[in-house]
DNA sequence: TCGATGGGGTTGTATAGACTTACCTAGAGT
DNA sequence: ACTCTAGGTAAGTCTATACAACCCCATCGA
């Protein structure tokens, strides 16, 4: 079925262990056509092969570029009409709604002397709260950090952070006074995906002491989930004092 | 394959031409799950039939199940981990960050019902702080409006607007009990630009007897400018209990 | 000239089956 | 207590096949 040039390789029955898992037979066909895609081989509006064209040039099952180009039309990079083809879509511009930033970064653009401290750094067991935001068991071991960061000696976050070891387990052994766990967990890698939700909290007590407030004053928590190869590998509580900071941006439309 | 009991009717040979295409296997696989999500019937963090499980009950094949499986992961309905099973999933946060929607709509969405007051609508001579937001001279004519949204009869939003007169001239003609502010002002014209800010407060005492909280619970503050022709046409001040509402976003990276 | 009717190509859906990969647990051994 | 291992379970992928739905166009007949 297969012809001998330009198909994609079978897959090896005992794969480079060093290397990432291979990609899927369909994440290569993706690949393949994005990158047709993007060096502008195949330009905005132009026809592309037919699925069954794809099927023989390739050598893998309809079903299996049929699920490449039914994602690829998910994330708009095609257009598909039932009888009549596939079709480069014209690309969409994407705006950034939230970024990763560190708060060190943060605090030295706006002119303040940034310094932390570790409260905390352990292993711990996820009760049901905490494995449902991994998506795992109740039970599994999580790497558990607490930080304080002072902009000029004055609190302004607590950062909480909870790491799954297969994605980080020398995390323990890390100096988080020199290097951050934000930077260190983007150098293993950065986030395929990142979750953030906003609320208002009023603190608890140990967590108004941390924050050095002076009675129970309102405060933002951002808690940020971030994915990589479709898991969950850390999931953040970063608490501020509501006099302190806000989050905010602007964008046209 | 099939039983008599509880599986997905076969596809009619004649289907009725007055109704809709009928859905297909896995739409309506995926509607059989999310309705017994809906009702509560499977709670959040709770774990799925497994695809075979599902198979036997519905009398499909296993690859539609995984497609309809597969795309109620995509869209953050459920979890899935290889080797542990299918979970319901969190549900998402109430309101994205930055983006611009009508409340009634998003009460409407989460399955509440909608109502608001109007509690004031007055023209005022804006103060230094006010003028400075509009780029304007302290004593410029604004146009002032509060209502309280209720979701179930329980308040969740106070709702202020400050509007220039110079771009809705008749909002103060208007009945916001049927059109609210957000789709009046919408319907004049889209802003060009939206700057949002969010804090954390202790609300005010009057702020605390419109929402019918009993103490000083902290409160999520939206504060959000809207700009037309380079101009600044809106400055809303949003208002939610902590405990009622939360901000987030998703997104891949 | 015009409309009707097929036929061929293309995507959409569905199935059965096989194999792979990942996770978890119980039990054996240290 | 801890580690290791084997087995069971569940999702992930891939194939070959079939049929349906739809679009376009060429052909045919009035």
Chains 1, 2 share one sequence.
């Not at 190869?229 to 509580?237: E, I, L, N, S």
Request: with cysteine; net charge negative.
């Amino acid at each position: 079925m297969a012809s001998d040039t330009d198909t994609l390789p079978r897959r090896t029955v005992s794969p480079d262990l060093t290397a990432a898992r291979p990609a899927s037979r369909y994440e290569q066909v993706k690949h393949y056509i994005t990158e047709r895609i993007a060096s502008g081989e195949w330009g905005v509006g132009s026809r592309l092969p037919s699925e069954n064209e794809l099927v023989e040039t390739l050598g893998v099952s309809r079903m299996t570029v049929h699920r490449a180009l039914r994602e690829l039309m998910g994330e708009g990079i095609v257009t598909r009409a039932q009888g009549v083809g596939t079709f480069v879509a014209r690309p969409a511009p994407r705006a950034e709604v939230l970024e990763l930033r560190d708060i060190a970064d943060d605090i030295q653009a706006g002119g303040g002397r940034h310094r932390s401290r570790v409260v905390l750094l352990e292993t711990i067991r996820a009760d049901g709260h905490l494995a449902l935001a991994f998506d795992q068991r109740p039970g599994v071991k999580l790497f558990h950090s607490v930080l304080i960061h002072y902009e000029d000696d004055t609190p302004l976050q607590i950062e909480e952070r909870f790491v799954s070891p297969h994605f980080a387990p020398d995390y323990l052994d890390q100096d988080f006074a020199t290097t951050h766990p934000h930077r260190y967990l983007f150098q293993i890698s950065p986030p395929h995906e990142v979750e953030h939700v906003i609320f208002a909290v009023t603190p608890e007590a140990d967590q108004q002491a941390l924050l050095e407030l002076d009675g129970p004053e309102a405060c933002l928590q951002l808690v940020r989930r971030t994915w990589v190869d479709g898991r969950v590998v850390m999931r953040g509580v970063f608490t501020y004092p509501g006099s302190r900071y806000s989050f905010g941006g602007r964008r046209q439309t």
